[in-house]
């Protein structure tokens, strides 16, 4: 689907901004409602998200003594920025990317693990002790999933000979489902989805029970809505992206619902089963079996698309 | 802003206020990148003088004063100190009394381990399981509240027997909610022993062996999850566990993965053995006279807590007042044990390590106050220190 804007409007109201904000909304009031059913609760009403994000900016910003405060105020408006960025390259309800051009997989992934670095960013600036473990461990998991989650990305992109994401994504509803080509790429792209949006079992950079929130302990107010607000909208488009590559690409609003949707529900549920992973044993998973079957996953994808290049 | 540096430690500070904790407590662990190198803990935040409130209240007030000690285990402090009083009158309770007596320590054992498995498992993250065991939880509380009328402080206890018959409606009410908590329970056992990420998180975390549980003074199921077979109930029977026993639950391992193991099976003997005492509950008066006035003597009285032994040391003078009354709950037992663990773990294990003896802070909380710039070091005979003791409450 083609959509002829203003570009200002696409930036600020649609797709883009203030819809993309909207959305980010629901999708994490969906996740929280989804994961609180799984778990025998009744979970948060439709507009708890819009309302924590408003009291939030409504409150005062606490810049605690010890940190850079330039940084501090900067870091939450840089994550956000960047994981707003990353979405105009995306196809996001089923409509074209905003922008795009050749090689703007590779700008998206880079834009999407900004706001992690941001987060770890944060936390080392401060001196809180939770905060430093917590950005120490923010980085750890940054280094251990997001080589996989690059492999299971940059997969389908091999096999649609290209690097430019709407074209990947046209190519995706034009062959067979890549997830039943590729299982293993799925697998690996949407558990690393979750480690990159530190859901549980990956919850370690911010386990409450021992480092109280992590890098954002000493985030109050705007900061906090902002690094809040910039990991919803990375839960859209990470959603987005996995479903356009493996769930055989978005044309239109109807598969955009149905396919993130169904996205959610699965990774809601393994959010809600597992206990939380330390930290080695993230690291050790990711490594240990996220990587090798990442590149498994690779090997197989050069061999065949050799074999189709050279036997016809 | 110039940061102060004592030294070279990182040290992460848990509490007085933390999320991981429900009670206030002090805990410091020094950490070398994730790994713990050494461990304090500091107590005494939600000391209530209890104790010395003992002191001005009659026999029968303190026995609400005590079965406030606790808001989880409030029936088993009542309990002990009543048998205690018991003992010092020279009366035994009826029959039936202790058995209901000994029906409500084991469904006060039921909803106690329930609590602590949601609260251990959402200490290493494991919300779901949170969830799901306190939900099941309400079954028993709802018997809880059948029998008595309350949910937490059910005052069963009478000196010399209890306030609350059970009659056989309500044990045909009580028998479909024991059937569904067995099968809960069974259910639980079958996810701590099968799921692969839960096991990774719990065995062979926070191991100890039977000699350390043994030297550090551990007591409940701390210390039989470390094939240390102790147990009141069966060691030194009270209430009516000499007519109705319970077996002792034992597990090899002495890692969090076996404290697991034993809260829940010995939930499952709790199940069992209630549903033994509503078979042949025995028939008799419910309460014996105690006198107002308690002769003079001391005596000890030792339960077993859903924690572990609970000792109370009681003293009387002839009057209507205790002279005193010494708490030892087995919250205080067990903290040497977390401390000694601690080290060598890594932070993520903190959490469950500590929660794994079921720390109980308000009820193990005790004033001491040491005076540091004291001139001459002062030796103090045990005379000395019951007049400064006196003095110092008047």
Known sequence: MNLSLHPLIMLLVFPGGLFLLASGLVFQWADRKLMARFQNRVGPRFMQPLADVVKLLAKEEIIPQGVHRGLFIALPVFALASALTAALYVPLFGINPSFSFRGDLVVTIYLLSVLTISLGLAGANSIDRFSLVGATRTMTQLFSYEAPFMLALIEPALVAQSWQISKINAFAGETTWLILAQPIGFVVALVGLMGKLELPPFDAPEAETEIVAGALTEYSGRGFALFRLGKDIELVIGLTLVAAFYLGGIANLLEFVLKTGGLLLVMALLQTAFARLRIDQTVGLWWRVGALMGLVQLLAIMVGVYIRQNMW | ?394
């Open chain 2, 1 to 394: 802003m110039p940061i102060e540096k004592s030294d070279n430690r990182f040290i992460v500070p848990i509490g007085p206020q933390h999320p991981a904790l429900k009670e206030p407590g002090h805990f410091e662990f020094t950490v070398d990148g994730e790994i713990v190198t050494a461990a304090s803990v500091r107590l005494g935040y939600v000391h209530r003088g209890i104790e010395k409130g003992a002191e001005e209240r009659t026999w029968t007030q303190n026995l609400y004063l005590m079965e406030r000690i606790c808001g989880i285990c409030s029936h088993i402090h009542a309990t002990a100190f009543a048998q205690g009083v018991e003992k010092l009158a020279g009366v035994e309770a009826p029959p039936r009394a202790r058995a209901i007596r000994q029906v409500f320590c084991e469904l006060e054992r039921i909803h106690s381990h329930m609590l602590w498995l949601g609260v251990a498992a959402h200490e290493g993250g494991f919300d779901a399981m949170f969830m799901y065991s306190w939900r099941d939880r309400e079954i028993v509380m709802d018997m809880l509240e059948m029998l008595s009328g309350n949910r937490v402080h059910y005052s069963a206890n009478l000196l010399g027997g209890v306030k609350y018959d059970i009659t056989p409606e309500m044990i045909t009410r009580m028998q479909p909610g024991l059937d569904y908590l067995e099968e809960r329970l069974r259910h639980y056992l079958e996810v701590i022993n099968g799921d692969e990420i839960f096991i990774s998180r719990t065995r062979g975390i926070g191991t100890m062996t039977r000699e350390q549980a043994q030297r550090l003074g551990a007591v409940g199921p701390t210390a039989r999850a470390s094939n240390y077979a102790y147990d009141v109930r069966i060691d030194a029977p009270y209430a009516a566990y000499a007519e109705f026993p319970v077996r002792m639950i034992v597990a090899e391992e002495g890692d969090l993965h076996a404290r697991f193991v034993v809260r829940i099976l010995e939930t499952l003997e709790s199940i069992r053995v209630l549903r033994e005492i509503y078979a042949a509950l025995p028939e008799s008066e419910l309460t014996a006279r105690v006198p107002r006035r308690i002769p003079a003597g001391e005596t000890i009285s030792r339960v077993e807590a859903p924690r572990g032994e609970l000792f109370y040391f009681i003293a009387s003078s002839g009057g209507d007042k205790p002279e005193r009354v010494r708490v030892r709950t087995p919250s205080l037992c067990n903290w040497g044990t977390v401390i000694t663990l601690a080290v060598g773990h890594k932070l993520a294990d903190m959490p469950m390590i500590l929660s794994g003896i079921d720390p109980c802070f308000s009820c193990n909380d005790r004033l001491v106050t040491v005076a540091r710039n004291q001139q001459t070091p002062l030796i103090w005979s045990w005379a000395d220190l019951r007049n400064h003791g006196i003095e110092y409450y008047r």
